[in-house]
């Protein structure tokens, strides 16, 4: 079992940058493959990125983040990083980490942060 815990969100001007980050607890960090969902407000929750148990392996994204967010992993320090660059007010969601498996282009998640907010202002 693993804990996660995100941070790094906050209030940004549309164009800016945040870092979210993922925190886990526990000796198995480098077991799971890490991922990151979303949820606006009245949406359902929605994938945004992931990325194999190394963190030059597979990365998976959605289209909308494409070219947009970097998800990368540090195994030494069992954190998990969602860059994210040239934000815009679509971008507004909480903010979840998840540790679950990477099976060819499907993510399925099994554990789940508390979620961190975001929000781009116009």
């Known amino acids: 079992q693993v804990q996660l815990v995100e941070s790094g969100g906050g209030l940004v001007q549309t164009g800016g940058s945040l870092r979210l980050s993922c925190a886990a607890s526990?000796?198995?960090?480098?077991?799971?493959?890490m991922g990151w969902f979303r949820q606006a407000p009245g949406k359902e929750r929605e994938f945004v990125a992931a990325?194999?148990?190394?963190?030059?392996?597979?990365?998976l994204y959605a289209d909308s983040v494409k070219g947009r967010f970097t998800i990368s992993r540090d195994n030494a320090k069992n954190t998990a990083y969602l860059q994210m660059n040239s934000l815009n007010p679509e971008d507004t969601a909480v903010y979840y980490c998840?540790?679950?498996?990477?099976?060819?282009?499907?993510?399925?998640?099994?554990?789940w942060g508390q979620g961190t907010q975001v929000t781009v202002s116009s």
């Open positions: 526990g000796r198995t960090f480098s077991s799971y493959a």
């Open positions: 998840a540790a679950g498996r990477l099976e060819y282009s499907d993510y399925r998640p099994s554990y």
């Open positions: 990325l194999s148990r190394w963190s030059g392996g597979t990365q």
